[in-house]
């Protein structure tokens, strides 16, 4: 037996408006099943699952972390979409990794690293 892939579900304190910010602001363009409470997107070889959550306390204290290849080019489209974390700008970081943090619209925070 061995694990296969993690699917990060995330709160989303609207999923249609969640939706729109992932694929307009990150680029999130493959849409899998969405309705009212729940949402499955995904940008290359990355999903992403929301859930309807009503209280802003459930984003705001979660996060997932991706892997990147060429994090200097994402983070170049990312910053011109103006969601880069001010607090998680590109960075070596002293475990080994090269990384930024972007924050959605309902407060869940995405770190984007790539091994150095």
């Known amino acids: 037996m061995n694990l296969q892939r993690g699917v990060p579900v995330l709160?989303?304190?609207?999923?249609f408006k969640t939706v729109?910010?992932?694929?307009?602001?990150?680029?999130?363009?493959?849409?899998?099943f969405v309705d009212d409470n729940y949402a499955v997107i995904a940008r290359d070889n990355v999903e992403l699952h929301f859930w309807k959550c009503d209280y802003r306390i459930h984003p705001e204290n979660t996060?997932?972390?991706?892997?990147?290849d060429n994090i200097d080019s994402l983070y170049e489209e990312?910053?011109?979409?103006?969601?880069?974390?001010p607090n998680g700008l590109l960075?070596?970081?002293?475990?080994?990794?090269?990384?930024?943090?972007v924050l959605d619209d309902d407060g869940n925070?995405?770190?984007?690293?790539?091994?150095?």
């Open 78 to 85: 990312l910053k011109e979409n103006d969601v880069i974390h």
């Open 20 to 32: 729109a910010f992932y694929k307009e602001k990150l680029g999130f363009n493959k849409q899998g």
């Open 11 to 15: 709160a989303s304190l609207d999923i």
């Open 91 to 101: 960075e070596d970081k002293p475990w080994g990794t090269r990384e930024f943090a």
């Open 63 to 68: 996060s997932c972390y991706i892997y990147v």
């Open 109 to 116: 925070m995405l770190k984007f690293g790539q091994d150095l």
